[in-house]
């Protein structure tokens, strides 16, 4: 039993138990959206384009999600604009802006004195979460909660078939946008247990593993939140005892979770698909 | 009386007027000067090659594209209204949908319904008698449960049909209804398309399959950029007529 509760005795430890498992549910709701949508790319890029945010935020001495929204829509924004403008195909117009957005980031890390450290931002910072982090975090996985309960229906619809959403009257540019706002708050909240880089993972592995075992979109989006949550509390575990970067055990154990899923899922797993043809 | 056999909204305006409709992507010119009259209760083919803007206008009728210029009025409303309304329905093809989507038949129909309900869309009663009725009009009661994923092609039309049947729409949009289709769909459709008829509604078939658009349409719309000409069957579906919408090639009929 030390091994479970020793941990539970620093209180960094608790809080870091605490915030990567809210963060790894809130993600593993919106990846079933991601996944179904196929936006993995946008979500990778949401999450880069953050990062000047972030920086500018901090350097105003304002909360950091507000300046990660604003430029995580900007980016959506400008991809969208781009792409309306001229003859580039989208995945291009996505590669090219949200790695503007990340080196214009480094380069204002570099440049504005702060206390930010790079490779918090880069890579997370659970295990040194601070109170008013904390809050910030607790406030954005609220609202998200909320709004993808609220909506969660609609969005299924426009996930599925926009053009029948749109001819019954549901505003679908309304659903795009709201989407898009939820995607910039969750990345934020992801930024701070796995940092910019392996939040995409967060917000797109779930929903695969999950996609692979069901049909059904309710049980889905709890299976998603289950492999979720559970990835988060194990990855910090291990990181603990194998005093290793939390980030990367987190990712690696959804990794794990996929693969096993990807084995021996009942129906789409590799296994029992080939299974079901020599029979 | 269950909701989904209640009678559809009768209308002294004719179900879609299109005036003098254009339509450009970005300066590219899609549509010109398109317009048309449809009243309640008929069933109309609207024939094109590939890029002569069916698909354009249907898109115009669901409010997808925006107009540059001219009107369209369904049952006398602008299109957002009506849709409001619930009256339009649009049945894509299957080519279309993502048929892997984790939703049973039961879910897609149920879909029909989302436009009548509260923000949270918690089905009442009322919502699931006429999803029920809507299912088993198409023949797909015994399917309900399945992932649409396990559906042949034309059983996945038809729930698609009785997503439209559930949502009590006054206007149906179809977009190639017998691409890929058994032949028993087939019947069933054209089956329930004469209900339609005979209920109010007003059927606009987008097609290039032209023996089904004399076997049962009453009018046909022939449109290439515009509207070259629409009236009743017999008299617009001339061979002149059809050289002028294939550019002087007429497919086989």
């Given at each position: 039993?030390?091994?479970?509760?020793?941990?539970?005795?620093?209180?960094?430890?608790?809080?870091?138990?605490l915030?990567?498992?809210?963060?790894?549910?809130?993600?593993?709701?919106?990846?079933?959206?991601?996944?179904?949508?196929?936006?993995?790319?946008m979500?990778?890029?949401?999450?880069?384009?953050?990062?000047?945010?972030?920086?500018?935020?901090?350097?105003?001495?304002?909360?950091?999600?507000?300046?990660?929204?604003?430029?995580?829509?900007?980016?959506?924004?400008?991809?969208?604009?781009?792409?309306?403008?001229?003859?580039?195909?989208?995945d291009?117009?996505?590669?090219?802006?949200?790695?503007?957005?990340?080196?214009?980031?480094?380069?204002?890390?570099?440049?504005?004195?702060?206390?930010?450290?790079?490779t918090?931002?880069?890579?997370?910072?659970?295990?040194?979460?601070?109170?008013?982090?904390?809050?910030?975090?607790?406030?954005?996985?609220?609202?998200?909660?909320?709004?993808?309960?609220?909506?969660?229906?609609?969005?299924?619809?426009?996930?599925?078939?926009?053009?029948?959403?749109?001819?019954?009257?549901?505003?679908?540019?309304?659903?795009?946008?709201?989407?898009?706002?939820?995607?910039?708050?969750?990345?934020?909240?992801?930024?701070?247990?796995?940092?910019?880089?392996?939040?995409?993972?967060?917000?797109?592995?779930?929903?695969?593993?999950a996609?692979?075992l069901?049909?059904?979109?309710?049980?889905?989006?709890?299976?998603?939140?289950?492999?979720?949550?559970?990835?988060?509390?194990?990855?910090?575990?291990?990181?603990?005892?194998?005093?290793?970067?939390?980030?990367?055990?987190?990712?690696?154990?959804?990794?794990?979770?996929?693969?096993?899923a990807?084995?021996?899922?009942?129906?789409?797993?590799?296994?029992?698909?080939?299974?079901?043809?020599?029979? | 009386?269950?909701?989904?056999?209640?009678?559809?909204?009768t209308?002294?305006?004719?179900?879609?007027?299109?005036?003098?409709?254009?339509?450009?992507?970005?300066?590219?010119?899609?549509?010109?000067?398109?317009?048309?009259?449809?009243?309640?209760?008929?069933?109309?083919?609207?024939?094109?090659?590939?890029?002569?803007?069916?698909?354009?206008?249907?898109?115009?009728?669901?409010?997808?594209?925006?107009?540059?210029?001219?009107r369209?009025?369904?049952?006398?409303?602008?299109?957002?209204?009506?849709?409001?309304?619930?009256?339009?329905?649009?049945?894509?093809?299957?080519?279309?949908?993502?048929?892997?989507?984790?939703?049973?038949?039961?879910?897609?129909?149920?879909?029909?319904?989302?436009?009548?309900?509260?923000?949270?869309?918690?089905?009442?009663?009322?919502?699931?008698?006429?999803?029920?009725?809507?299912?088993?009009?198409?023949?797909?009661?015994?399917?309900?449960?399945?992932?649409?994923?396990?559906?042949?092609?034309?059983?996945?039309?038809?729930?698609?049909?009785?997503?439209?049947?559930?949502?009590?729409?006054?206007?149906?949009?179809l977009?190639?209804?017998?691409?890929?289709?058994?032949?028993?769909?087939?019947?069933?459709?054209?089956?329930?398309?004469?209900?339609?008829?005979?209920?109010?509604?007003?059927i606009?078939?987008?097609?290039?399959?032209?023996?089904?658009?004399?076997?049962?349409?009453?009018?046909?719309?022939?449109?290439?950029?515009?509207?070259?000409?629409?009236?009743?069957?017999?008299?617009?579906?001339?061979?002149e007529?059809?050289?002028?919408?294939?550019?002087?090639?007429?497919?086989?009929?």
């Open positions: 039993m030390t091994w479970l509760l020793d941990p539970l005795t620093h209180a960094f430890m608790v809080r870091a138990l915030v990567s498992a809210l963060v790894g549910g809130v993600c593993g709701l919106l990846s079933c959206y991601m996944t179904l949508k196929g936006w993995a790319l979500g990778d890029a949401v999450s880069h384009a953050v990062m000047p945010g972030v920086v500018v935020a901090y350097a105003l001495g304002l909360p950091f999600s507000l300046g990660a929204f604003v430029f995580g829509v900007g980016s959506v924004a400008a991809i969208g604009f781009v792409k309306q403008k001229s003859r580039i195909k989208e291009t117009v996505i590669g090219l802006v949200f790695t503007g957005f990340f080196a214009l980031g480094l380069v204002l890390v570099s440049k504005v004195r702060s206390n930010i450290d790079l918090h931002i880069l890579f997370g910072n659970v295990l040194g979460i601070s109170s008013s982090d904390l809050q910030q975090t607790l406030l954005i996985t609220a609202l998200v909660v909320v709004l993808l309960l609220v909506f969660r229906r609609d969005l299924l619809l426009f996930c599925f078939d926009p053009t029948h959403a749109r001819s019954i009257g549901i505003n679908t540019g309304l659903l795009h946008y709201l989407l898009l706002s939820v995607l910039s708050l969750t990345a934020v909240a992801g930024l701070q247990t796995v940092g910019v880089i392996l939040v995409v993972a967060m917000l797109v592995t779930p929903g695969a593993t996609y692979l069901t049909d059904r979109f309710d049980r889905m989006t709890v299976l998603a939140v289950a492999s979720s949550v559970l990835s988060s509390v194990i990855g910090v575990y291990v990181s603990y005892w194998s005093d290793s970067s939390t980030a990367g055990c987190i990712v690696l154990v959804q990794t794990g979770l996929f693969l096993l990807f084995l021996l899922a009942p129906r789409y797993g590799i296994l029992n698909a080939h299974r079901s043809q020599a029979s | 009386m269950s909701p989904a056999m209640q009678p559809i909204a209308c002294p305006e004719p179900r879609i007027a299109v005036e003098q409709l254009c339509v450009d992507y970005n300066g590219e010119v899609a549509l010109y000067d398109a317009s048309l009259t449809l009243p309640a209760g008929c069933i109309c083919g609207l024939v094109g090659m590939n890029g002569a803007g069916k698909s354009t206008l249907f898109k115009a009728l669901t409010g997808f594209v925006r107009p540059s210029h001219g369209i009025r369904i049952n006398g409303l602008s299109v957002l209204a009506a849709q409001q309304q619930q009256a339009v329905a649009y049945v894509p093809q299957s080519e279309g949908i993502d048929c892997q989507f984790p939703v049973s038949v039961w879910d897609v129909v149920m879909m029909g319904r989302y436009g009548s309900m509260n923000l949270l869309r918690i089905p009442r009663p009322s919502d699931r008698v006429a999803v029920r009725d809507a299912l088993q009009r198409v023949d797909l009661l015994d399917l309900a449960r399945r992932p649409i994923g396990a559906l042949s092609g034309g059983q996945r039309k038809r729930a698609f049909l009785a997503r439209a049947i559930a949502q009590r729409a006054s206007v149906l949009l977009d190639e209804p017998f691409n890929g289709v058994d032949v028993r769909t087939e019947t069933l459709m054209a089956q329930l398309f004469l209900q339609f008829r005979s209920e109010g509604r007003t606009l078939i987008s097609t290039h399959d032209l023996s089904h658009v004399s076997d049962f349409c009453d009018l046909v719309v022939l449109i290439n950029r515009t509207v070259l000409a629409y009236g009743n069957t017999s008299e617009v579906f001339t061979p007529n059809l050289a002028r919408t294939f550019g002087g090639m007429v497919p086989k009929r």
